[in-house]
């Protein structure tokens, strides 16, 4: 997403590392899928770039797909219409069918990928043509995608949404309002019964731990 705050701290590239070590100095010598799940602010996006980055030192290529590009709608919409439906909310609004395509595209060794990309600012949603022949590692973060499928690693982040506020203001994403928080409520109550598919869990600490 074109807009997004993400600042890499050093404790979060620490992090990366303890999931590279956890998996394994064998486990990247071929291509693979890792997910990286968990609520609004709970460190998704940075745990993704972070892991990109350590996996770069080792020779290893990673492309990053954001969940957040795949929503139906952009942001200014999306927030209008769940205001109108509150029942909206949910996995339903993420075009998770493209996002599982795009990851079965990656798994077949497709050179090109077509996908959406969100401009936050200007409420747009474009698209980009991505080369993937470079990438040895797919990492697709998100609130939702532990409902994806064939992937190889699955991480999941504690954090919820009571414990992210700050983060979630320093993202200049989210206001605090009643009507956020119910719908992060709403979010926690699907997202926190993901955790049991995990195979690493990133605990409040942003200590990583093999499950």
């Known amino acids: 997403m074109k807009g997004d705050v993400i600042n890499i701290k050093p404790e979060y590239l ?19 899928i890792l997910l990286i799940a968990g609520e609004s602010g709970s460190g998704k ?18 492309l990053v797909l954001h969940q957040d590009d795949y929503f139906h709608l952009p942001p200014a919409s999306n927030h209008t219409a769940r205001e109108e439906d509150a029942g909206r909310v949910g996995p339903g609004e993420v075009n998770l069918e493209l996002l599982q395509n795009h990851m079965d595209a990656f798994t077949k060794g497709d050179v090109r990928l077509t996908k ?7 409420n747009q949603i474009i698209q980009e043509t991505i080369n993937m022949q470079p990438y040895q590692v797919l990492i697709v973060e998100g609130t939702y995608t532990m409902k994806l499928e064939r992937a190889d690693l699955h ?3 504690e954090r919820n949404y009571l414990e992210t506020l700050p983060n979630r203001i320093s993202r200049m994403r989210d206001v605090a309002n009643d009507f956020v928080e119910q719908v ?3 979010e ?19 200590n990583a731990e093999s499950l």
């Open 184 to 186: 992060l409520e709403i």
């Open 188 to 206: 926690h109550h699907i997202i926190a019964p993901m955790r049991k598919k995990a195979h690493i869990l990133i605990r409040k600490n942003y």
């Open 45 to 62: 996006s940075v745990t993704a770039i972070s892991l990109q980055k350590e996996l770069l030192k080792q020779g290893i290529d990673a």
């Open 14 to 32: 620490r992090t990366a590392a303890e999931i590279i070590n956890l998996c394994g100095p064998r486990y990247f010598d071929q291509n693979r």
């Open 155 to 157: 991480i999941f982040m």
């Open 116 to 122: 959406p990309l969100v401009y936050y600012a200007e």
